[in-house]
């Protein structure tokens, strides 16, 4: 099965195995890439895995609100279920809980999976459609909810340190609160992408040489289709070696699973998950949720306010090719130089741990 799917924590797709078989079998297609003796590669075979994931999720979304509603066209002809009615009903059911911005994304990447399913049908109205909606979306003001990715990084050490001071907490209470600070810490000095921090896998993407770890994850598996090396801070070795040492034992299958980060049950843990455990470590800290993707905005903005004319630190770190990127999503703000610079950002002034 070629697709893969990742439920994000406010709705729910329709699994892969029970789409409509038309369509799951024109997806398949669309994704195959041919040997170098023929040229049957599929229409998005040259999208990297990220992309790819996320329009499979878009489109699961929308088949799962038609068949939770008796709507789903099971056994139609392919992409018989995108009409405008079903299309119409959906933007108006999503609308009232989601952004603007991310409608018209949505609505955006379900006309791409539709284009590809069937791309001898002529899928003007729905590109007019997403093109109305789009004029429409308003980036929401996030300014109130950044906060200093100095506090970030503070309150993943911290709670690091508070597992290892909870003498009465159980070991596996322990390791879940190590856990999800080393997770905040990390976010705090290199923000990746929710799906790269979950994938994290020990001796693959995250390798140890000497006493030094580094991140390593190949292009394929990052949104911007390059791929990500960074050498991790002097801080970061002794946290990462006593997580791996001592705290991931703890959880069950440590041994047979290479996934860094475990869930309480002894399984890999997944964006959901990963996404879940730092909204409610922020929320308790600054009385609001920080999820994985607002620590870039949260980096941005505080390498706006402190080195506002180094904007190439902020463009490094965070994969941007574009200074028109990171001004436009994030807040206007070269490798090894950058990430040292972004190092003495958060080791600038001393901490209180026991706070």
């Given at each position: ?5 990742r439920n994000?924590p ?15 079998e ?18 998005i ?10 329009l ?10 038609l ?51 069937d ?20 980036p929401?003001?996030?300014?109130s ?15 690091m ?5 909870a ?10 609160l ?8 990390l976010l705090?000095t290199d ?27 190949p ?10 090396f960074?050498?991790?801070?002097d801080?970061?070795?002794?946290c ?5 040492d001592?705290?991931r ?21 997944d ?17 609001k ?27 490094t ?37 026991e706070?």
């Amino acid at each position: 099965m070629i697709g893969r799917l990742r439920n994000p924590p406010s709705q729910k797709a329709l699994p892969l195995p029970d789409w409509p078989r038309a369509d799951r079998e024109a997806w398949d297609a669309a994704q195959v890439t041919g040997n170098i003796l023929d040229d049957h590669d599929g229409i998005i075979s040259h999208l990297n895995a990220q992309t790819r994931d996320d329009l499979t999720r878009r489109y699961a979304y929308f088949l799962f609100f038609l068949a939770r509603q008796g709507r789903l066209e099971r056994d139609g002809a392919v992409a018989a279920s995108v009409t405008a009615e079903n299309i119409l009903d959906y933007v108006r059911s999503l609308g009232p809980r989601v952004s603007s911005v991310t409608l018209a994304q949505s609505l955006y990447k379900i006309s791409r999976v539709a284009g590809c399913l069937d791309p001898g049908q002529d899928w003007g109205w729905l590109r007019r459609l997403c093109k109305r909606i789009d004029l429409r979306a308003k980036p929401r003001d996030r300014r109130s909810d950044v906060v200093e990715i100095k506090d970030l990084f503070r309150l993943g050490r911290r709670l690091m340190y508070q597992a290892d001071k909870a003498d009465l907490s159980t070991a596996l209470s322990r390791a879940l609160l190590y856990r999800d600070g080393l997770i905040i810490a990390l976010l705090s000095t290199d923000p990746l992408r929710s799906a790269n921090i979950t994938a994290l896998e020990i001796g693959r993407t995250l390798i140890k040489d000497g006493t030094t770890w580094s991140l390593s994850i190949p292009a394929e598996e990052t949104k911007a289709g390059r791929p990500h090396f960074a050498v991790l801070p002097d801080w970061s070795t002794p946290c990462i070696d006593r997580y791996v040492d001592h705290y991931r034992p703890l959880f069950r299958n440590a041994e047979a699973i290479t996934r860094l980060w475990l869930s309480r049950i002894g399984r890999p843990l997944d964006d959901s998950s990963l996404y879940r455990a730092v909204c409610k470590r922020t929320r308790e800290a600054f009385g609001k949720p920080i999820n994985p993707h607002l620590f870039r905005s949260c980096f941005a903005t505080s390498t706006a306010v402190h080195h506002g004319a180094n904007l190439g630190l902020a463009m490094t770190v965070l994969g941007h090719q574009d200074s028109k990127v990171t001004t436009r999503h994030y807040n206007q703000a070269k490798m090894i130089d950058a990430v040292r610079a972004y190092q003495e950002v958060l080791l600038a002034e001393p901490e209180d741990q026991e706070q």
